[in-house]
T-cell receptor
C-alpha cells in the first residue's frame, strides 16, 4: 500500500543535542510537509517542500531546518532542541495540481527532550 | 480569533448514537474542507473531503458545509467504541495553499 512512513516513532534526545527525524513516502507526491503537534492542539505547519522549493512558515524558529534530497524522502533537523520542542512531529504529503490535493499524514514521531 | 474554531470536548455518547461535530471558520476564502480522525499517539487519518458548500456521505459518515454561515459539520451514525478519537476539521483556500486546522474535538463512544 502507498503510504507515508516516519522513523523513528519515538525519539528521546538531550537538551541541546541535535536530532533528525525522517519521513519517506511511496505516494510519489510532489509536496511534503512537516507539522508540530503538541498535546490537545492543532497541528502547526513548520514548513513544506513543493518539489525542491522550500517554503518556511514565518513563525518557524531557526532551530528547525529541513532537507529533501529526493522526491521520496524529507528530513526534519532540530539543531538545538529545547524542552519546549517536545511534541509529536507529523509528516504529510499531497499532490499539488490534483483536484483534491488532500494531505496524507504519517504516523508521527514523538520527541521527548530530557 | 482563530481562523478555524472547534469545541475541544470531550463529547461522550453511548454506542449506537449519532455523533455530531462542528467547526466554524472566519476566512470566507476557504474553498475546501476536510475532516481527519486522529487516534491517540497516531497521525491524522483523512475521513472526508468536501469542496465548497453541500453534503457528502461515505458509509456512516456525512460531512456538511454551509459557506453562507461558515459552518462545517461531521455526523457519525451508529457510533462504535472504535470511533473514539479526536476529530480535526481543516480548511484550505485553494489548491496549493496550506490547510488551517481546528484544535480538534475528542469523542468518547461508550459501550
Amino acid at each position: 500500500d502507498a503510504m507515508v512512513i516516519q522513523n523513528p516513532r519515538y525519539q528521546v534526545t538531550q537538551f541541546g543535542k541535535p536530532v533528525t527525524l525522517s519521513c519517506s513516502q511511496t505516494l510519489n507526491h510532489n509536496v511534503m510537509y512537516w507539522y508540530q503537534q503538541k498535546s490537545s492542539q492543532a497541528p502547526k505547519l513548520l514548513f513544506h517542500y513543493y518539489d525542491k522549493d522550500f517554503n518556511n512558515e514565518a513563525d518557524t524558529p531557526d532551530n528547525f531546518q529541513s532537507r529533501r534530497p529526493n522526491t521520496s524522502f524529507c528530513f526534519l533537523d532540530i539543531r538545538s532542541p529545547g524542552l519546549g520542542d517536545a511534541a509529536m512531529y507529523l509528516c504529510a504529503t499531497s499532490a499539488r495540481g490534483s483536484f483534491t490535493e488532500t494531505q496524507y499524514f504519517g504516523p508521527g514521531t514523538r520527541l521527548l527532550v530530557l | 480569533q482563530k481562523e478555524v474554531e472547534q469545541d475541544p470536548g470531550p463529547l461522550s455518547v453511548p454506542e449506537g448514537a449519532i455523533v455530531s461535530l462542528n467547526c466554524t471558520y472566519s476566512n470566507s476564502a476557504f474553498q475546501y474542507f476536510m475532516w481527519y480522525r486522529q487516534y491517540s499517539r497516531k497521525g491524522p487519518e483523512l475521513l472526508m473531503y468536501t469542496y465548497s458548500s453541500g453534503n457528502k456521505e461515505d458509509g456512516r459518515f456525512t460531512a456538511q458545509v454551509d459557506k453562507s454561515s461558515k459552518y462545517i459539520s461531521l455526523f457519525i451514525r451508529d457510533s462504535q467504541p472504535s470511533d473514539s478519537a479526536t476529530y480535526l476539521c481543516a480548511a484550505g483556500r485553494a489548491a496549493g495553499n496550506k490547510l488551517t486546522f481546528g484544535g480538534g474535538t475528542r469523542v468518547l463512544v461508550k459501550p
